[in-house]
């Protein structure tokens, strides 16, 4: 909106009007006049052009709300409103007060930098430009960086640089000429002359000998002697001893440039070459002993594929004869050398050769793996160089391999037996889903092995792995090349079977491998005896997944192995519930002892020569918070079975321990060994641990041993002097149960028989238990042993146990096994462990 938009009463002003509006519209800004009121008066072309305001919007009265709305319309400020922004337009009006004093800002609309200057004008109101400086500003900050650069540039040189004027003042200089003058660096040298810079030189202690004025007359004859684009160059010794070559260079402009170059090293060329010489030729010596030394073949050839040098590894690794390792043979003889030896890979000599042309020209790093045909692996790393030549290295990597190979084997593969793992076996099982997803028949057998943990004991680790090497042999044997044998873990073994005509052919694999296992094995010299229970699970009857169907073998093993043992157990839907309920029952004593649940109850015995309390029997119980108390017949058998029974047998041991640490020093506690903690090897331990943690003396502590423990257990003389030596009592539990017990009463002395209840029972209905236990107590007298009768019941019992001359009692006429809280109690009540006759005794 211009002035030539507005109505005109005065046709006579009409062409001034014009040429003023021609005026405004050729001005390279935008121009906008501004009323007290915030209205419009004109505006040029080029305001409109700037904010991209349509013409026939803007009018002359227009107010600054109006104008904000059209700015923001035409989306110069996007995001903004014109609530936001017509306080600031205002604004910056409103600051524009002083006509002398114009307010200057900058805005971005559109990527762009508009300049814009307010500025009050005492008639016309606000005068408002706006120009585009956005070239303007990008000129400046280019100028700036160019600026920048170039201090930095001449404040890098390694030489002082100067720049002088016809009238011999300093234009320009660089860091390193005021250090080199020592010059005050902090003070302004730029228009300083000649003569105040070598004042201000020899100040500091340069121009050893000369005065700034016998120096600078020097200079001026020098400078007046050259012409034309002529120079001088000339030495000066400077305070600190060393050498500068200043060189004055006159340009075609009359204007000088003086370099300072310090030369103190260049005084000694001669000697630091001849040095230098030196030192290359030992580095040389040592590139050449380092580079023969590498482990890798090295080679360099220039981009004509020549050689530049290769080491000894290189040339032995291809047997290259020496005429064709020297400098300037070409690669194809060499690689030719190697063809008519038969060293190329296995796709042939001509993709050989073709290959390594093709690698040489390769302007990228790249590595390539060759299988020569001799069976060797060789690793190529090539690396080109900028003049187009190459630097390789060849390293010979099949035993790395071979290694490598092996490693990825051991991954996947036992150990021991070279079987699959449990890993592969798995992923063995999620490829069968597909092939059962086909209609294909396949039966998953999970073999568990009887008796090992027994043969590990006995026999020791180095046997037990030796049984595992022969089970894994024998099943690789038995099955079809298709099958899948793996070792699961421990004594644990898996087989995929099938192809199968039929979900039942499974069985027969079965009942070879049972009998296959029962055969006795010779393994130095000793014959070993294990069986094996199996659990089959035949796909697609039994499950389709990998999961369903190892859950359903599990559940057959088990039963197998509940079955007895040496069989095998084809899976059905039945098994599911009542292996549920033992798994559920094995869970649950597996977390017991974490949980608390476990409790070391106590029964006292009586001595039956002093009326004494001589020891309490440490008895197990399981408070199961549904079942309710679980006696020790339920627990130990699955304890055994889980290999649980050690940490439950070591924590009753030092519980029990540790509760006797409170009683009399007179009164013994007695502790039950399983049979299969009495085979674990590190049973001394555990018992020295229990007594050093509880304090007890060791002749307090009573282990029964039961018959079942010693039976088929070639290390029970070892364990029972082990045992010995710590200075416990040892009893032998439940005398007349077994079949093999008087040998070792021949062979080692125990402190204690005990008589089992089984026998006690009946002594008063039966003669034939009379005379056994008769026949035991008279066996331990004269052994020198003391006895126990479990399982005294009646005063008739006990009267028969005194008179036979049986030591010690124990039953619940006496007492019942009583809690750990309760001892103390009873202790008091009966004399605390003193020679008294209790009370509930006092009928016999």
Known sequence: MTFSSRASTHPEKDDAIEYLDAALSSLPCGFSVWDDDFRLILANQRYLDIYRLPADKVHCGMPLEDMVGLIVASGNHPGASVADLLPAYRERLLQARDPAKPRVDERSIRGRTIETTHTRHPVLGWIVTHEDVTDRRQREAALRQRNLQ??????????????????????????????????????????????EVLLGSTEAGNHQGRSASELHELYLTRL??????????????????????????????????????????????????????RELAQQNMRFEAAVNHMSQGLCMFDKDRRLIVCNKP???????????????????????????????????????????????????????????????????????????????????????????????????????????????????????????????IVALLFIDLDFYKTVNDIYGHAIGDAVLVRVASRLR???????????????????????????????????????????????????????????????????????????????????????????????????????????????????????????????????????????????????????????????????????????????????????????????RIAVNLSPAQFRFRDLPRQV???????????????????????????????????????????ALDDLGTGDSALQFLRNFRFDKLKIDRSFVKDILSRPDSMVIVSGFIELAKSLEMETTAAGIESIDQLDLMRRKGCSEIQGFLFSPPLPANAVATFFAETGSGEARQPTRLNAS
């Not at 990228?364 to 080109?384: N, Q």
């Not at 292996?579 to 649940?597: H, P, V």
């Not at 641990?689 to 039961?706: K, N, Q, Y």
């Open 150 to 195: 170039l201090d930095a540039a001449l404040d890098s040189m390694l030489y002082g640089f100067s720049l002088w004027g016809k009238d011999l003042k300093l234009v320009l200089c660089n860091r390193r000429f005021v250090e080199l003058l020592g010059l005050d660096p902090t003070a302004d040298w730029i228009g300083a002359s000649l003569f």
């Open 477 to 667: 044997q038995s099955c079809r090349q298709d099958d899948v044998v793996a070792r699961l873990g421990g004594d644990e073994f898996a087989i995929l079977h099938g192809p199968l005509r039929t979900d039942k052919d499974a069985a027969g694999l079965a009942a070879r491998l049972v009998a296959l296992m029962a055969e006795p094995m010779l393994i130095d010299g000793h014959e070993v005896v294990i069986g094996a229970s199996i659990g089959i699970a035949t796909a697609p009857t039994d499950g389709q997944t990998a999961s369903t169907l190892m859950k359903n073998a599990d559940l057959a093993l088990y039963q197998a192995k509940e079955d007895g043992r040496g069989a095998y157990r084809v899976f059905e839907p039945s098994l599911g519930a009542a292996a549920q309920l033992r798994m559920a029952f094995e869970m649950d004593l597996r977390l017991a002892l974490t949980a608390g649940q476990l409790e070391v109850v106590f029964q006292p015995l009586l001595s039956l020569d002093d009326q004494r309390i001589c020891s309490l029997e440490a008895l197990l119980r399981w408070n199961h918070p549904t079942r309710g108390v679980v006696m020790p017949n339920d627990i130990l058998p699955v304890a055994e079975k889980t290999g649980l029974i050690v940490p439950i047998g070591q924590w009753v041991l030092n519980k029990a321990c540790s509760e006797a640490a409170k009683w009399a020093d007179t009164v």
């Open 688 to 730: 020295a641990g229990a007594l050093a943690m509880s304090g007890i003396a060791p002749d307090r502590l009573e282990l029964e041993v039961s018959e079942a423990a010693l039976r088929d257990n070639p290390t029970a003389m070892e364990t029972l002097r082990q045992l010995r030596q710590l200075g416990v009592r040892l």
């Open 314 to 440: 290189y040339a032995e690794l291809y047997g290259t004869a020496p005429d064709l390792v020297r400098p300037g043979t070409r690669l194809e003889d060499i690689l030719q050398d190697r063809i008519d030896k038969g060293l190329h890979p296995k796709d042939g000599a001509e993709a050989y050769l073709e290959s390594r042309i093709k690698l040489a020209a390769r302007q990228t790093d790249a590595v390539d793996i060759v299988e020569m045909e001799d069976g060797r692996i060789i690793s190529i790393l090539h690396h080109p160089m900028a003049d187009g030549g190459w630097v390789s290295t060849h390293q010979d990597i099949t035993d790395e391999r071979r290694t490598e190979a092996r490693i990825r084997h051991l991954a996947r593969h036992d150990a021991l037996t070279d079987l699959p793992n449990r890993m592969a076996f798995n992923e063995c099982m999620a490829m069968a889903e597909n092939r059962i997803a086909r209609g294909e």
């Open 224 to 277: 007046a002697a050259v012409s034309g684009d002529g120079s001088f160059v000339t030495e000066e010794v400077l305070a600190n001893g060393r050498i500068v070559k200043v060189g004055f260079h006159q340009t075609s402009d009359l204007c000088w440039v003086a370099t300072y170059e310090d030369v103190t090293e260049q005084k000694d060329q001669v000697q630091a070459l001849q040095q230098r010489e």
